[in-house]
């Protein structure tokens, strides 16, 4: 009788030194997620400088494999700091990323000049409007006057969140009013495919214009793709992005639907949880001047990043449509693939709900590819699959393949090792499967003979949105009460 008293009275200090040290753990495994992102997203930006800093650029994303691998370690054990130690605070690292951003984007657009200025004004706004206010409430602390409460706290960050909002509306659209998308391949493929789809054409068989010279056509695509100024290279995405794509189109610009996606991506990342960390995340897509870039190229990664987003949000809130968004994400585009193995991390363990996960996840991704796939198959293994392993290695491409040649069996073996390593370290959680998901995608980038800021624009934003569930404290589904 007397142990089990013993027992009852030392339970509770057990059950507080546990939540101390998730705490811990989970503080620095979002510190940690924060500071590499800030990394991925600095190298990314050397591949825009004149001269492309590609070794500078891979320096830093090689240092960004480590942070977030350690990050993602970190994620199930006890950490190296203490919860005391200011360094690692997660929104410090939160506002190093922002004020990095800044400063790489005033840098790039002052030297490109033009109308590249429209890119980092908006966020050089938010960001002064920022610092007042918070500037303004210390003061008042200082002199003896209340402060922001949390509440109040968390109500004008929702504020913040609503004008940056409206600033990336105005300023992509502006962007896109300066810059027609017809200057590259991307933009024609989308473009074209959603006109034919509309008109009951196969997109997977159509011939785009050809807007490249000779040597670019060499250096860009496969041998005997062009020929009459036509490129004959159909829709070479996976269905799910041109389905993306037609809302915009109809509306006059495929990207019109690039903004939709990264404002939806925005808003999901602040409905996870509204505090600061998430907020901070979702301002950071809205703001980045490479946002912009990517929507203005009218790039793919805008799509992923949204199914990416609504999976996490939908296995964070046990929502019955996850299998639906996660479908969705995994058939928007080839490389999405390597999220597949990290499935479990979304729903709590148990086999029999894994495969029936990824049962309905396959009927959704098998829903929305198989009708124009099956249109002709032949076009379409061709356009999705052998051209794109056809085509020649970039040599200005952010990778490895600038200065040397790498094995395909290398490749394979960093990519498994990668996926091995996240199974075997990362806690089974949905901030840890977009963090997984990008660890193994910068890793298979950075030796990959393509490799531009698209990717890296994912690759960042996946981690920043691990980072900010994991330091907002979201929990794990195994730990939500609430069902939707």
Same mark, same amino acid.
């Given at each position: 009788?007397t142990?089990?008293?013993d027992?009852?009275?030392?339970a509770?200090?057990?059950?507080?030194?546990?939540?101390?040290?998730?705490v811990?753990?989970?503080k620095?495994?979002?510190?940690? %997620?924060?500071?590499?992102?800030c990394?991925?997203?600095?190298?990314?930006?050397?591949?825009?400088?004149?001269?492309?800093?590609?070794?500078?650029?891979?320096?830093?994303?090689a240092?960004?494999?480590?942070?977030?691998?350690?990050?993602?370690w970190?994620?199930?054990?006890?950490?190296?700091?203490r919860?005391d130690?200011?360094?690692?605070k997660?929104?410090r690292?939160?506002?190093?990323?922002?004020?990095?951003?800044l400063?790489?984007a005033?840098?790039?657009?002052?030297?490109?000049?033009?109308?590249f200025w429209?890119?980092?004004?908006?966020?050089?706004?938010?960001?002064?409007?920022?610092?007042?206010?918070?500037?303004?409430?210390?003061?008042?602390?200082?002199?003896?006057?209340?402060?922001?409460?949390?509440?109040?706290?968390i109500?004008?960050?929702?504020?913040?969140?609503?004008?940056?909002?409206?600033?990336?509306?105005l300023a992509?659209?502006?962007?896109?009013?300066? +810059?027609?998308?017809?200057?590259?391949?991307?933009?024609?493929?989308?473009?074209?495919?959603?006109q034919?789809?509309?008109?009951?054409?196969?997109p997977?068989?159509?011939? +785009?214009?050809?807007?490249?010279?000779?040597?670019?056509?060499?250096?860009?695509?496969?041998?005997?793709?062009?020929?009459d100024?036509?490129?004959?290279?159909?829709y070479?995405?996976?269905?799910?992005?041109?389905?993306?794509?037609l809302?915009?189109?109809?509306?006059?610009?495929?990207?019109y639907?690039?903004?939709a996606?990264?404002?939806?991506?925005?808003?999901?990342?602040?409905?996870?949880?509204?505090?600061?960390m998430?907020?901070?995340?979702?301002?950071?897509?809205? %703001?980045?001047?490479?946002?912009?870039?990517?929507?203005?190229n009218?790039?793919?990664?805008?799509?992923?990043?949204?199914g990416?987003?609504?999976?996490?949000?939908?296995?964070?809130?046990?929502?019955?449509?996850?299998?639906?968004a996660?479908?969705?994400?995994?058939?928007?585009?080839?490389?999405?693939?390597?999220?597949?193995?990290?499935v479990?991390f979304?729903?709590?363990?148990?086999w029999?709900?894994?495969?029936?996960?990824?049962?309905?996840?396959?009927?959704?991704a098998?829903?929305?590819?198989?009708?124009?796939?099956?249109w002709?198959? +032949?076009?379409?293994?061709?356009?999705?699959?052998?051209?794109?392993l056809?085509a020649?290695?970039?040599l200005?491409?952010?990778?490895l393949?600038?200065?040397?040649?790498?094995?395909?069996?290398?490749?394979?073996?960093?990519?498994?090792?990668?996926?091995?390593?996240?199974?075997?370290?990362?806690?089974?959680?949905?901030?840890?499967?977009?963090?997984?998901?990008a660890?193994?995608?910068?890793?298979?980038?950075?030796?990959?003979k393509?490799?531009?800021?698209?990717?890296?624009?994912?690759?960042? +934003?996946?981690?920043?949105?691990?980072?900010?569930?994991?330091s907002?404290?979201?929990?794990a589904?195994?730990?939500?009460?609430?069902?939707?």
């Amino acid at each position: 009788m007397t142990r089990n008293r013993d027992a009852l009275v030392e339970a509770p200090a057990i059950d507080t030194q546990r939540n101390a040290t998730q705490v811990n753990r989970q503080k620095a495994s979002g510190a940690y %997620l924060f500071a590499a992102a800030c990394f991925v997203w600095t190298g990314a930006y050397c591949g825009l400088w004149p001269g492309r800093s590609q070794a500078l650029g891979l320096a830093l994303l090689a240092i960004a494999i480590g942070v977030c691998g350690f990050g993602i370690w970190t994620s199930r054990r006890q950490t190296f700091c203490r919860e005391d130690e200011p360094g690692w605070k997660p929104r410090r690292w939160l506002i190093v990323s922002a004020a990095g951003i800044l400063a790489c984007a005033v840098v790039w657009a002052s030297v490109r000049g033009g109308y590249f200025w429209v890119f980092w004004t908006p966020a050089l706004l938010f960001f002064l409007g920022l610092g007042v206010l918070r500037l303004q409430d210390r003061i008042s602390r200082r002199k003896g006057m209340p402060g922001n409460s949390k509440s109040r706290s968390i109500e004008t960050w929702k504020k913040l969140f609503w004008v940056a909002v409206a600033i990336h509306v105005l300023a992509a659209v502006a962007v896109l009013g300066m +810059h027609s998308g017809d200057f590259i391949d991307v933009y024609l493929f989308q473009r074209d495919g959603a006109q034919a789809i509309l008109h009951g054409i196969n997109p997977y068989t159509i011939t +785009h214009e050809n807007i490249c010279t000779p040597e670019e056509v060499t250096r860009f695509y496969p041998p005997t793709v062009v020929w009459d100024g036509r490129l004959h290279w159909g829709y070479n995405y996976p269905p799910a992005s041109l389905l993306f794509a037609l809302p915009g189109y109809l509306l006059g610009d495929v990207r019109y639907s690039q903004i939709a996606a990264v404002l939806l991506s925005a808003l999901l990342m602040v409905r996870l949880r509204p505090n600061r960390m998430t907020i901070g995340a979702a301002c950071i897509l809205l %703001l980045s001047p490479l946002s912009f870039w990517v929507e203005m190229n009218s790039w793919i990664e805008p799509f992923v990043l949204l199914g990416l987003t609504a999976a996490v949000f939908a296995a964070l809130r046990r929502s019955w449509w996850l299998p639906l968004a996660l479908g969705v994400f995994l058939a928007s585009k080839q490389f999405v693939v390597v999220g597949i193995p990290f499935v479990s991390f979304l729903q709590p363990p148990g086999w029999k709900q894994n495969l029936k996960l990824l049962a309905k996840t396959a009927a959704v991704a098998v829903c929305i590819t198989a009708p124009l796939a099956l249109w002709d198959l +032949h076009s379409f293994i061709q356009g999705t699959v052998v051209l794109f392993l056809r085509a020649p290695a970039r040599l200005d491409s952010l990778s490895l393949v600038a200065f040397m040649q790498v094995p395909p069996w290398v490749i394979y073996g960093l990519i498994l090792s990668a996926i091995v390593f996240c199974l075997l370290a990362a806690a089974r959680t949905p901030a840890m499967y977009a963090a997984s998901f990008a660890f193994v995608l910068l890793i298979w980038m950075i030796v990959n003979k393509v490799a531009f800021i698209n990717y890296y624009f994912l690759i960042a +934003h996946s981690i920043w949105l691990a980072g900010a569930i994991v330091s907002g404290s979201v929990c794990a589904p195994a730990e939500e009460s609430r069902s939707r």
